[in-house]
């Protein structure tokens, strides 16, 4: 199905299932245990064998030696595989350093042996007697000692890394108001609760994996590259995974490293890689440094905003994003952006969610509330003052063709695409009523309650909706039941029960008469779960498969035009109606079909928008910080599930509150490596951190997203939570820290004396 116009009324909009707050339909397998995880598969395949990852002891250089005899000679051990002994490997475009090093060593702990042995407990102790001769080199590993020399980057997600309107350096010289300041973020860890796990077994040439991956396609083309066997002979499955946030959106060691086991030791083979291995073998957000100007009139409204950010990765990675979201949020006649990246010997930085948005939120919204404290405005009033509805940054499309000619007296056409939908002005206004902003002071450190300053913050929220073609596959059998097939996945974020609400709503059955099959290549290949992107996708995919199927119902029952009512299990049509089961008959109906788009999200912006407001108290004399409450207004089109879609935006404002308080990957920058590589010592906000957060969705529909006319709410959550975060800790004491995350330490400084 091509979606190329805007979506008018549909099945969806009956409302009877889709958009209800339904409880997860896989939720009794995640609260019983019976869910089955990758590592878990015990039943998939017979004599699994156990694989132990080794990790390089170094950052940078190579390996001159590697002895493996006492391994080998390992109780238990069937086999172990190094870079030598693996066979030519490729480094498949997806991943910036090979999964398998040596002799080439490019990070700390990056994979350079498996030991496969006939239990983990085998595995472990024989790995431990892998004797490893290095030659080290000097490596980078600090980002502001190398800030300088960084070159800009060649493209920001397919982008120019660097944009210019106006004149920028003028505008910002000549403005009444002026602020500019550097602000600095972390680098951060996923930390999923379900490490990267894999079991991997070969039948002849084909391969079978078992494993926790968010982007199935993906992971089939890039092992078969790395392999450098054809595609068809890899066949990925990954029905449950226990959270990812983008670090399980590529192919990792794991997965590569069980398949090479499983090849030499002639039988399944499983690895999970350790919690402490995770930080510094897989993917991480990398730290930045972000430099904001903003001048303005008197009156508040910007007349210059530049936003520039330096980022390190990998020779051959990417930068951090942060400042793409600064080229649309705020009106203004004058911009500059720009992503500079510098190279470093840390591990792989990557997607982490809400990648670039959230880190260039943190700082863009502090700057914004320094701002308006320099202009004398309320920072809510100044958020509203500099709305604006169309991209400032972007030129408008040139109009096609065959467009007709414009009418004498018709309105000029913007210059720059509006967006589908904006409310962020509402999602500020209805936010600030519900949290009682009136009670805010304006002056920090004025509200106490004992020896805890009370303050308030609040900030804008802004993400990207991204469409990608995705597909699915829809039965009818002859008991009336439904069964969805797509390689779509949930990564605890209820795909399963939003694609059987759609399901349901496109074929009016009830859920119960709904059985979705997810992540299984040997199904039609879907956008996948990422970028905020699965959702909308997803069951646009399933909705295109559904149309085709309620064509060869209604063909089967004999009825013909449009005005066809599928419910209560029926296809009705005039006084005539048809169970669906019968029409089905004992054969049944499958329909096949998927979403592809057109220019519509050329020819306009296609974001979500919120507003985050926090309370903070801060002990006056400690700096300790305590979250009192939270709260979010969203607008991001039809919300699909109004219960699942809360559980995704209070688990990214929890993210968020630890990228302001608590999160930050440690670097050893003489040895170049994660200190804090692990639960104990790099710290993730609880629930009993933050007692109270509340979630507001804004009654919208967007008919230029998709015929689902929804878009993704996962990654918003996340966006400008840290800078509201940091906002009221600024508002409770008066102290202002630009260097994330915002500790006690440098809060004490500017705090009263004991």
Known sequence: MKFDTPAKENPIDQGKIVG???????????????????????????????????????????????????????????????????GKLKKAKRNTAPLLGGPEIRHYHQAIALVVAESFEQARAAANLVRVDYAKEKGSFDLAAVKDGAPMASEVNGEAAASKVGDFAGAFAAAPVQHDATYTTAHESHSMMEPHATIAAWEGDRLTLWTSNQMIAWNVADMAETLGIPKENVRVMSPYIGGGFGGKLFLRADALLAALGARAA????KVTLPRAMMPNNTTHRSATIQRIRIGTARDGKITAIGHEVWSGDQPGGGPEAAAMQTRALYAGDHRLTSHRLAVLDLPEANAM?????????????????????????????????????????????????DAPPKKEGEAKPPEHPPFSQRQLVRCLRDGAERFGWEKRKAKPGQTREGNWLIGYGVAAAFRNSLLMPSAARVRLDDKGVVTVETDMTDIGTGSYTIIAQTAA??????????????????????????????????????????????????????????????????????????????????????????????????????????????????????????VRRMLAVCAAGRILN?????????????????????????????????????????????????????????????????????????????CGVAAAVANAVYNATGVRVRDYPVKLDKLLEGLEEV
């Open 20 to 86: 209800k707050p339904v409880d997860r339909i896989d939720g009794p397998l995640k609260v019983s245990g019976t869910a089955p995880y990758a590592y878990e598969r015990h039943d998939v395949v017979a004599n699994q064998a156990y694989g132990w990852v080794v990790g390089s002891a170094i950052a940078k250089g190579s390996i001159v030696s590697i002895d493996l005899a006492a391994a080998k000679a390992a109780p238990g051990v069937i086999a172990v595989v190094t870079a030598e002994t693996a």
């Open 266 to 269: 002639k039988r399944p083979v």
């Open 353 to 401: 969610r809400a990648p670039g948005e959230a880190p260039g939120l943190a700082a863009l919204e502090i700057a914004i509330d320094e701002t308006a404290e320099k202009v004398g405005m309320d920072p809510i009033e100044f958020r509203i003052l500099n709305d604006t509805q169309v991209v400032p940054d972007k030129p408008a499309p040139p109009a096609s063709a």
């Open 505 to 626: 709503e496109m074929l009016g059955v009830p859920l119960e008469k709904v059985v979705v099959k997810l992540g299984d290549s040997s199904f039609p290949v879907s956008c996948g779960s990422g970028g905020q992107w699965g959702g909308n996708n997803s069951t646009s995919g399933v909705y295109a498969a559904c149309v085709k199927l309620r064509e060869l119902i209604a063909k089967k029952a004999g009825f013909d035009g449009d005005d066809l009512e599928f419910a209560d299990g029926e296809v009705r049509q005039g006084g005539k109606s048809v169970a669906l089961a019968k029409a089905a008959g004992e054969e049944g109906l499958v329909a096949e079909d998927g979403i592809e788009y057109g220019d519509l999200d050329k020819k306009y912006q296609q974001s979500t928008f919120a507003a985050h407001f926090v309370e903070v108290a801060v002990d006056a004399f400690t700096g300790e910080t305590r």
């Open 642 to 718: 109004p219960k699942t879609a809360r559980s995704q935006v209070i688990g990214a404002m929890t993210m968020g509150v630890g990228a302001a308080l608590m999160e930050e990957l440690a670097v050893d920058t003489r040895l170049g490596f994660f200190v804090n590589h692990d639960l104990a010592g790099y710290e993730v906000p609880v629930h009993a951190d933050i007692p109270q957060q509340e979630v507001v969705f804004l009654d919208e529909t967007d008919p230029i997203s998709s015929p689902m006319k929804a878009k993704g709410v996962g990654e918003l959550g996340i």
